[in-house]
Nanobody, 114 residues
Framework: QVRLVESGGGLVQAGGSLRLSCVASGITFRYRVMDWYRQAPGKQRELVGSISNGGVTNYAESVKGRFTISRDNAENTVALQMNNLKPEDTAVYYC????????WGQGTQVTVSS
């Protein structure tokens, strides 16, 4: 019943920007901390950042100053604005939340070319 659907991934040149979106359903969204993760080829999945129900954000050191997480509780969405993208940002990006068990979206591919 809980669903997370990411969108907005694509191919971009280094220095460019992308905005990812995640739409949640089956939960009381406004009460939930929402997370963004990514998994690069051959790498472990890592936390990119999170946003609390009150809009307080946390970011991995590797993306600080470049990525911004926001949420729209009325639309049950969380966004990841990615600026000044680097090739090392290439990964599948996942939206996630915890409802006792961690739930994941299907992921959206971000590819950054040199």
């Amino acid at each position: 019943q809980v669903r997370l659907v990411e969108s907005g991934g694509g191919l971009v040149q280094a220095g460019g920007s992308l905005r990812l979106s995640c739409v949640a359903s089956g939960i009381t969204f406004r009460y939930r901390v929402m997370d963004w993760y990514r998994q690069a080829p051959g790498k472990q999945r890592e936390l990119v950042g999170s946003i609390s129900n009150g809009g307080v954000t946390n970011y991995a050191e590797s993306v600080k100053g470049r990525f911004t997480i926001s949420r729209d509780n009325a639309e049950n969405t969380v966004a990841l604005q990615m600026n000044n993208l680097k090739p090392e940002d290439t990964a599948v990006y996942y939206c996630a939340l915890n409802i006792g068990v961690r739930m994941w979206g299907q992921g959206t591919q971000v590819t950054v070319s040199s």
